[in-house]
């Protein structure tokens, strides 16, 4: 076979492994319609050079995680319907026995730990008690935490874990003293057993008194981008998983904690601002992107970002992520209103979310597989969403 057949057939394969998986690597701009959908990506091409010195790594820039589908697709093959929907959930960590019984039973993809988890532990106490989870999980867990700095701080606001909590990330007069706290919390998670941190935010206001300013940078767009893509670097180096929020940009908007938010900004606003932390994030390969509660009018006027699909077809094709789609956690009062039937987690299923942060698992898992068994959510689309969440614990060695 000639050189240039060869290479073209390389070219053909590259395109549709692409469109597999949907990713639009390098792009630099969206040009969206009003409903949000796209219209013209600028994209760096592929040269036949890169390609010749390293096409694997070319490929695998193709697809997040896309190494380890194969290696997803056998643990998924040995898992009943109850088990692969389990995967979809990142459950409220109920604590020792309570966590251990539900493992034992169908485990979810993992748990988030807040405050009241650390409170009454030691590093000792609390490293025995994940690991003796995590022994016991037929698959391996997700154990996150929000721990941001300065005012959502879950770990070190306690002095058996640091003699200081970590300060906002806005609080930093160098982008490498930033990096260097950065190390540090991703040392003390490691160390005691957690895999994910629910970070970097990387919304975007100058407004001081807006809900939203003292979790950001304190930055604008471009400055903002280049911080969240050195944080996840640095993140990616120590195998801690990070997860951007919260998409397409929190902005002004009042606290989704206890009521609704619109968001009556231009799609413009979100293309020139908004999006672009989002797509640094993404092509520095950020494993996961948290969507927020707020409904984004110029995206979808009926339902709040995390339980619209129109605002997942953004994130997806538009702005080419190909990564692990989290919802903010379905039971804040935002969503309450917009649920059918009471079933939050089948509207985010359905929406295109991967990963469902939920205080109420047993009960949410058992209406996605009943939505299942009636036809209401294709088996095929579970598959995806667990395979997606598998292969990104493979890639990051959980």
């Known amino acids: 076979m000639n050189r240039k057949i060869m290479w073209t057939m390389v070219l053909i394969l590259l395109f549709i492994i692409g469109m597999m998986y949907g990713v639009r690597e390098g792009v630099k701009k969206a040009k969206m319609s009003s409903d949000g959908r796209n219209q013209n990506v600028e994209k760096e091409e592929i040269s036949q050079q890169e390609i010749e010195e390293n096409p694997n790594e070319v490929v695998k820039a193709l697809a997040l995680f896309e190494e380890k589908y194969q290696n997803a697709e056998e643990l998924l093959s040995q898992m009943t319907l109850e088990e692969k929907v389990g995967q979809l959930f990142l459950a409220r960590y109920p604590g020792g026995e309570s966590a251990l019984q539900e493992v034992n039973k169908i485990a979810p993809a993992g748990y988030v730990l807040f405050g009241r988890d650390f409170k009454n532990q030691t590093k000792e106490s609390l490293i025995g008690e994940l690991q003796t989870l995590q ?6 867990l997700l154990l996150a935490v929000d721990e941001e700095g300065g005012t959502v701080v879950r ?8 003699n200081t909590p ?20 991703d040392t003390l998670l490691k160390e005691l057993g957690i895999n994910m941190n629910l970070a970097p935010v990387v919304d975007i206001t100058d407004n001081q008194n807006a809900f939203i300013y003292d979790r950001t ?17 640095q993140m990616n180096q120590d195998e801690v998983l990070s997860c951007m929020k919260h998409f397409p940009g929190y902005g002004d908007n009042v606290d ?15 293309q020139e601002n908004d999006f672009l932390p989002f797509m640094a994030g993404i092509e520095t390969k950020a494993p996961a992107i ?10 979808d006027e009926t339902m709040p970002a995390t339980l619209s699909p129109k605002v997942h077809e953004v994130l997806r094709n538009d702005l080419g992520f190909s990564g692990v789609i989290v919802t903010d956690d379905l039971a804040m009062d935002a969503v309450k209103s917009y649920v059918e039937n009471g079933e939050a987690a089948v509207q985010a299923v359905l929406a295109g ?3 469902i942060i939920t205080s109420s698992f047993e009960k949410h898992r058992a209406e996605v597989v009943k939505a299942v068994e009636e036809g209401r959510i294709s088996e095929e689309m579970i598959d995806m969403a667990a395979r997606r969440v598998l292969a990104m614990k493979l890639q990051y060695h959980i």
Do not use: W
């Open 155 to 162: 770990v070190s606001a306690y002095s058996q874990f640091r």
């Open 166 to 185: 970590f300060l906002a990330p806005q609080k930093f007069d160098s982008l490498e003293a930033l990096l260097e706290e950065a190390k540090e919390k």
């Open 135 to 140: 022994n016991a999980s037929k698959t391996k």
């Open 353 to 355: 979310n991967d990963l």
């Open 217 to 233: 940078y304190g930055k604008n767009a471009k400055d903002t981008a280049e911080y969240a893509k050195a944080v996840i670097t």
């Open 256 to 270: 989704t904690h206890t009521g609704i938010a619109h968001d009556k900004r231009l799609l413009e606003e979100f």
């Open 290 to 299: 948290l969507v927020n509660h707020n409904i984004v009018e110029c995206m």
